[in-house]
């Protein structure tokens, strides 16, 4: 089975641009999470979504948001860019669905705002 | 706000020691897993241990599980460079909750 695909791998965006992030889950899972990585506050969990529902929420501003289409693929959105969402990006799949079970990640989307 | 604390934030042993890192706690968890990261890339599943577990085994890893101190231990044996990376601990309160990372553990490995 392919992994958990994310695009684009790079991304460069000035202050006050939007940025859209793609995550593909492996083949069958239906859950898909959304973490923020930043050396300072480290990995916070931004949503998770099953069968293009959003489940859980993390304590994020409402800039960021996200969705879920019918073939699990799942996108987040980050709008009116701050330097401070400089990051980097994993999405994570499992199946069964939830965070108590093992999660796939992928390799993640560098976000560089300038 | 994180949820596990693991210590110590940084861990420098030689090839084939082993290496132990350790992960706690402040809420009641349902299971707690253990993640590595190579160099900023994607996190890597290695093991999960629920909270009726005490000791779980895959490998050269061995968890375990100390529900009344809140705190979980990490043991790599026989340790090789390829397990340099970062180790994060992460714990769940059930099914429908978020996973909750800690900061993470910088393991190095010298050969």
């Known amino acids: 089975k392919a992994g958990v695909t994310q695009t684009p791998r790079y991304l460069i965006k000035t202050r006050g641009q939007q940025v859209t992030l793609s995550c593909s889950p492996i083949s069958g899972h239906r859950s898909v999470s959304w973490y923020q990585q930043t050396p300072g506050q480290g990995l916070q969990f931004l949503f998770e979504?099953?069968?293009?529902?959003?489940?859980n929420k993390g304590n994020f501003p409402g800039r960021f948001s996200g969705r879920q289409f019918s073939n699990s693929r799942s996108e987040m959105n980050v709008s009116t860019l701050e330097l401070g969402d400089s990051a980097l990006y994993l999405c994570a799949s499992s199946s069964p669905p939830g965070h108590s079970y093992e999660q796939y990640f992928g390799p993640g989307t560098r976000l560089t705002v300038t | 706000s994180q949820q596990g604390e693991e210590d110590p934030q940084a861990l420098s042993i030689q090839e084939g020691e082993n290496a132990t890192m350790n992960c706690s706690y402040k809420?009641?968890?349902?299971?707690l897993q253990w993640y590595r990261q190579n160099s900023g890339r994607g996190l890597v599943h290695l093991i999960l241990i629920r909270s009726n577990e005490r000791e779980k085994h895959s490998g050269r890893l061995r968890v375990t599980l100390d529900t009344s101190k809140k705190s979980s231990s990490l043991l790599i044996t026989a340790s090789r460079a390829a397990d340099t990376a970062s180790y994060f601990c992460a714990t769940d309160k059930g099914a429908n909750s978020k996973l909750t990372f800690g900061k993470g553990i910088t393991l190095s490995v010298r050969p």
């Open positions: 809420t009641s968890i349902n299971n």
């Open positions: 979504y099953f069968s293009e529902t959003q489940r």
